[in-house]
């Protein structure tokens, strides 16, 4: 092998672990926009589609110091008072944050109205770092698929992409099947 083989491989490595790297912290990118504060390890789930949106799993108090001192704005939250276990529009509020609540349970929430009342709650915050949640961040996945494709007109593929990095999982069929219905 020659001198200049020998690079081009090291060279190559080197390239293929960097971009590895990348992929790997995509989530940290984010950091230095965020205070310093490192919110992939302090929420799990932890989803990052953009700088100024958060999507995470249910929230502590531990979890909602973590997004103030990250600069977040508004916490929109898709769980049903239920699933909650403590009061945390209080506890939002009170660390100085806006609030919204829009419970979607499952599959059978998933419908034309509440999809346009989440999007009227970013239209409202548009520009705000905002942080949203649900058990796991599945349901605010589905939420941003169907309102891309049903209010945005995106394209499926692009619609569920688009949920795909904001925690859609599960629910993913049900939402792929919404898609196929005209609105």
Request: negative net charge; aromatic residues 4%.
């Amino acid at each position: 092998m020659t001198e200049s083989t020998q690079n081009l491989d090291v060279t190559s490595s080197n390239d293929a672990k960097n971009n590895d790297a990348k992929s790997n912290d995509a989530n940290v990118q984010y950091i230095d926009t965020d205070n310093g504060i490192a919110l992939n390890q302090a929420l799990q789930p932890y989803f990052r589609p953009d700088a100024q949106t958060i999507v995470c799993g249910a929230l502590d108090d531990d979890k909602i110091a973590a997004l103030v001192k990250a600069g977040v704005e508004l916490v929109i939250n898709l769980q049903p008072d239920d699933e909650l276990v403590f009061d945390e529009a209080n506890a939002v509020q009170q660390a100085g944050m806006s609030y919204e609540q829009l419970p979607i349970s499952g599959a059978n929430d998933l419908k034309q109205l509440n999809i346009l009342a989440f999007d009227n709650i970013l239209r409202q915050h548009h520009g705000k770092k905002i942080a949203m949640h649900c058990g796991s961040g599945n349901r605010v996945g589905a939420a941003i698929a169907l309102r891309a494709g049903w209010l945005r007109g995106r394209k499926m593929d692009t619609a569920m992409a688009r949920g795909q990095r904001h925690g859609l999982t599960g629910l993913e069929e049900e939402v792929r099947n919404r898609l196929l219905v005209p609105r």
